[in-house]
């Protein structure tokens, strides 16, 4: 069986060329970019031309990119980093979007207490973190605020330079989880006029285990792994090279793409949407209604459970998942989805498609084919179980 | 024929999906996760906790089939938990895991399974399924091969329906038979101690759970002899059971036993070990998985409880989907709240639960 992946905001493929850096980098530069001798010095190299490659792609200094381990490590350090270098000056309020990824929201919770007060700003019907909600979350001892570029499960693109520009007029720091949005808009630092900014390479076709926190020049953060010098003292621990090459590979091949590629891949997300809304009755799209990346689509499928939608597109081969991969398991319907304002129904009964490299418009027909049968299946199931007394 | 295997982690149900890999199915293994694994660090004795999860998703693995974990703790909460809070409350004696059966694995899971093009749902439950001889004949439900392992008990409340859509690839072989297909399978759960308690029980404590559930089930209130004197006090009906010696704290010259437990009036009685004979008792909400006997009544053999031998008696149907069950001779501590289960020979009649 031919097999489909529409889960590319879970984790992407490795582009070839990429998988190429990484693997020259494993063979052939072992050295410790922190040694003196030639082979640190080679290594340093090949270190820095990672840096000033993802400096490129989102319009920073060199000096300003750390690199960390992934999204996850680049949204504790920017958060619990601020957040520690900003109580001294008795700044102790963090504020977050509602529909933040995990990495953000459990870290703020770890930090909740002590003094120290945390406020969630709740999105509109179409999954937005509008500016004037944010505005009433401010307060003059705000030390960060944290607001989502993209979101992982919709796709919906925040407001971000709008909230920066409010946040920044009560003295906060602020920090955007840029994860789903690299390498699907053009994301540029200084546009969105933050100070903080995470990415993380396995998202747009890098390996995993390489990621970056930008850090504007001046922006006060306390390390949070300590030891070595490394990273300018603000991530201690030799450097995982041959993925941060990688990532500096896929940072280059956006770069030279020039973006191209994300309008094809758009372009697809709308086939299969318009395939989808056409051809299974009862489905609508999640935050259809605002700007979003263009390679996602959420779409509830009334009447199904999610779950059981998921299992049975991967026994016919084709990947998709029913929300933030990092939660499932738990099952618990989409809080992204209920900060919407959905019924806990709605949430349970949608599914994430992603679209990226290597999908195709034949894969997208083959499960805009496939969908109806399937979905049918499910809701006479989920209709005779009613019928035995409302299960 | 695609078939879903419910897969605890455990060695038996590993086994079951062995086979039917073996038989030249496509297997889709499904793990039911019955409560929020991540909530607090109590450990959990019985099937189904984390480390159960990983173990059957490393026997899929091994067996090469997709493995998917569903979500069923809403389910459970309603058909299993709470239902056995409310027995324990009501100074009854439940048995979670028939509701587990037939309320869960061959009813939700059977629709999930048929959700997803699975003609059949298997376990790895010790009973053998028969199938019908011809069409309109009744498929058997019959006793696991091995007697020290035998699970129909457990199963009395399968339908026909249920009956026809479920595999039993373990029935017909004895544990060690299936730990020795395990290993040879390369199975990684083939030494894996079996469970012992009931998995949403933390440490086997059932008065705790029932406890923070219905806290008002733990009041004081009397124990008292056959001719209603006081003789003590006891901690809540939730602690006992019918046949309990343990746990009364009276200091009497014979030992005595909970011979009745009364939740309305918050009251156990007690008495010697002879009080604790029945010859008879009814029960409610049967199902006779063939239909009813022929002829009104039968004799049949019955079991009051798991791991009891069973013992030749006359059941005769009562409207409205109760029994009378006489026994030949007198069994000993027949707790409402457990299933009696009526047997011809392996074959399960049906069975209800005692009044």
Redesign the interface.
């Known amino acids: 069986m031919t097999r489909i992946y529409l889960d590319h905001n879970a984790t992407t493929p490795v582009a070839p060329s990429v998988a190429d850096a990484t693997a020259r980098a494993l063979r052939d530069v072992f050295g410790n970019p922190s040694s003196v001798h030639a082979y640190g010095q080679e290594a340093k190299t090949a270190l820095d031309e990672a840096r000033s490659a993802v400096a490129r792609l989102i319009g920073a200094e060199p000096a300003e990119i750390v690199f960390t381990s992934g999204g996850s490590e680049s949204n504790n350090l920017a958060i619990r980093g601020v957040a520690e270098a900003a109580a001294g000056g008795g700044r102790r309020r963090l504020v977050a979007g509602a529909i933040e990824h995990e990495a953000v929201l459990r870290t703020l919770k770890a930090l909740d207490g002590n003094d120290r007060s945390i406020a969630l700003v709740g999105v509109d019907e179409r999954g937005v973190v509008t500016a004037d909600r944010l505005a009433d979350a401010l307060s003059d001892d705000t030390a960060l605020v944290s607001v989502m570029h993209a979101n992982n499960e919709i796709g919906t693109i925040q407001p971000v330079a709008e909230i920066a520009a409010l946040a920044h007029g009560r003295g906060a720091v602020v920090h955007t989880d840029a994860v789903q949005s690299v390498g699907k808009i053009p994301v540029d630092v200084r546009g969105l006029g933050v100070d903080l900014l995470s990415l993380s390479g396995h998202k747009f076709n890098g390996p995993k285990g390489a990621g970056a926190l930008w850090i504007r020049r001046g922006t006060r953060l306390h390390a949070q792994l300590t030891g070595g010098r490394q990273e300018r003292n603000r991530r201690a621990g030799t450097e995982n090279l041959p993925a941060i090459v990688g990532l500096g590979a896929a940072a280059r091949r956006l770069l030279e793409g020039g973006g191209q590629g994300t309008d094809e891949v758009a372009a697809l997300r709308d086939r299969l949407e318009a395939g989808i809304l056409a051809g299974v009755p009862g489905t609508a799209v999640n935050g259809g209604g605002s700007p979003r990346v263009g390679n996602t689509s959420n779409i509830s499928f009334h009447g199904v459970?999610a779950?059981?939608l998921l299992?049975?597109l991967?026994?016919e081969g084709i990947a998709v998942s029913t929300g933030s991969a990092c939660s499932s398991?738990?099952?618990e319907p989409s809080p992204v989805l209920r900060a919407m304002g959905f019924s806990p129904h709605r949430a349970q009964n949608s599914i994430r498609f992603s679209l990226g490299l290597g999908n195709t418009a034949g894969e997208v027909d083959r499960v805009v084919a496939v969908l109806p049968g399937i979905v049918d299946?499910?809701r006479a199931?989920?209709g005779?179980?009613a019928a035995a007394g409302g299960? | 024929m695609r078939v879903v295997v419910a897969m605890s982690g455990g060695v038996d149900s590993s086994v079951a999906a062995l086979r039917l890999v073996e038989a030249g199915h496509e297997v889709v293994g499904l793990s039911m996760q019955l409560y929020d694994q991540q909530q607090g660090t109590a450990r959990f004795g019985g099937c189904c906790s984390l480390d159960d999860l990983h173990d059957a998703r490393r026997t899929a693995a091994a067996l090469g089939i997709p493995h998917y974990t569903m979500n069923f703790e809403r389910q459970f909460e309603s058909a299993v938990v709470s239902v056995f809070v409310r027995e324990y409350a009501a100074g009854r004696t439940p048995i979670p895991c028939v509701q587990c059966n037939g309320d869960l694995k061959f009813a939700h899971l059977l629709e999930r399974a048929a959700a997803l093009g699975a003609d059949r749902v298997a376990t790895g439950h010790y009973a053998r399924r028969t199938a019908a001889s011809g069409p309109g004949a009744p498929h058997a439900l019959r006793r696991g091969a091995d007697p020290s392992k035998d699970q129909s008990y457990f199963l009395f409340t399968l339908t026909q329906s249920q009956l026809a859509r479920a595999l039993f690839p373990v029935g017909h072989l004895c544990k060690e038979e299936v730990r020795a297909l395990a290993r040879r399978g390369g199975l990684p759960v083939a030494d894996k101690p079996d469970s012992q308690e009931l998995c949403f029980v933390p440490d086997g404590d059932t008065a705790g759970l029932v406890e923070a559930r219905e806290p008002a089930v733990a009041r004081p209130g009397p124990i008292r002899d056959r001719r209603g004197r006081e003789i003590g006090r006891h901690d809540g009906v939730h602690r006992y059971t019918v046949g309990q010696r343990r746990g009364l704290r009276l200091s009497t010259s014979v030992p005595l036993y909970v011979t009745a437990i009364d939740a309305a009036e918050n009251a156990l009685t007690v008495g010697p070990r002879d009080a604790l004979d029945r010859t008879r008792l009814t029960a409610s909400s049967v199902n006779w998985i063939a239909g009813p006997p022929p002829g009104g009544a039968g004799r049949v053999t019955a079991r009051i409880r798991h791991r009891h031998p069973d013992a030749p008696a006359r059941v005769e149907p009562l409207p409205g989907d109760r029994a009378r069950v006489v026994f030949d001779e007198p069994q000993r501590a027949v707790a409402p709240g457990q299933a009696v289960v009526f047997y011809d020979g392996d074959t399960v009649l049906g069975g209800g639960w005692i009044d």
């Open positions: 459970e779950e059981s299992i049975a991967d026994l398991g738990t099952l299946r499910l199931l989920a005779r179980g299960r």
